[in-house]
Structures are given as C-alpha cells and as structure tokens.
C-alpha cells in the first residue's frame, strides 16, 4: 500500500465523550497520549488500523511502553481503557484500532494509490519507448563507437599490443 504520511484528526476531536472520560481519569493526560500516538502507530503501519513491530511481531504491553517512554501499568491501564469504550480490539494479527476510517481518509488513500498506479504505468510506457528504438539500433548496428581497452580486449589481442609497444620502443 501507498506510503502516507498523515492521519486525519477531527476539530472536534476533544467534544468526544470518551476523549472527555479519558481526561478526567487520574492518568487522563498520559492516556490521551498513548492514544494519539497508537493513532499514528496505525498510520505507519497501514493496515486497516492494526499496529505492530512487524507483520510477525504485533505491539505488546511492554512493547509499547518502551517505545512510547511510559510506565508499563500506565500503558496497561490505557489499552484496557480503550478496550472497554470499544477504541481499540485484539486479536491474534495484534492491537487494531475501530473505526480506522475516522482517522484514516480512505477515499483519499483509494485516491494516491491509483495516481500511483497511474503514475508508474506512465513512467514505464516512457522508458520502453525509449528503450526499444536504442534496441532496434544496437540489434541491426554493425559497427560501434565503443573502444576496446587492453583488460577488455582478447588475449591475442592484448599480446599483439605488447608487442607492437616493444617494437615501437626499440625502433
């Protein structure tokens, strides 16, 4: 998939219900945190809102605490917050984040793919038509303005060379 760069947050991102209950929590403002930074974990992953290390190696508790420089229980406390309110669900793939689409413009990634795609399309439809005349010519081209040089050349080649030096040098 396209790389992207961005992830969509709503003005009204702080009038949500559960954002309000996450804040008035005694670690409401580090939950918060965690929150937004799992948001852009999902974002560089790009896979439907999941978030892991590798495909093979999904996040764990202790995983993400070291990353995101917290304490373990306060990383712990905030995955079971948000699985409670239904913002994030694991399963054997890793931690996914719900409603991936509300964070991820999913018309606007349809969108780069396909400018991609056409993109390349483009880029290699150019290179063959310039690639298959230099064909053509290099095909049916019998001589050549490319000289041999004495490594490249045949043995019996080079040695006639070493010789003809020799006489040159004798003469």
């Not at 917290?70 to 905030?78: C, F, G, H, P, W």
């Not at 699985?83 to 991820?104: F, T």
């Not at 490594?151 to 040695?159: L, S």
Request: proline content about 2%; some cysteine; aromatic content about 8%.
């Amino acid at each position: 998939m396209a790389t992207v760069k961005w992830i969509k947050l709503s003005i009204e991102l702080f009038d949500d219900e559960k954002i309000d209950f996450i804040q008035s929590l005694p670690e409401g403002d580090s939950i918060l945190v965690i929150w937004v930074r799992l948001l852009v974990l999902a974002g560089k992953c790009n896979d439907d809102g999941y978030i892991y290390l590798t495909e093979e190696i999904p996040y764990t508790e202790d995983t993400l605490a070291f990353k995101f420089r917290k304490q373990t229980n306060i990383v712990k406390l905030a995955l079971e917050t948000f699985q409670r309110l239904n913002m994030i669900s694991v399963d054997v793939k890793g931690i996914q984040l719900c409603n991936w689409s509300k964070y991820q413009n999913l018309e606007g990634m349809q969108k780069i793919k396909e400018q991609t795609r056409k993109r390349v399309a483009k880029h290699r439809q150019k290179k063959n038509e310039i690639e298959a005349p230099a064909k053509e010519e290099t095909c049916c081209n019998v001589t050549s303005n490319v000289t041999e040089t004495l490594n490249n050349a045949p043995r019996e080649k080079r040695e006639e060379r070493r010789e003809k030096k020799e006489e040159r040098r004798y003469r």
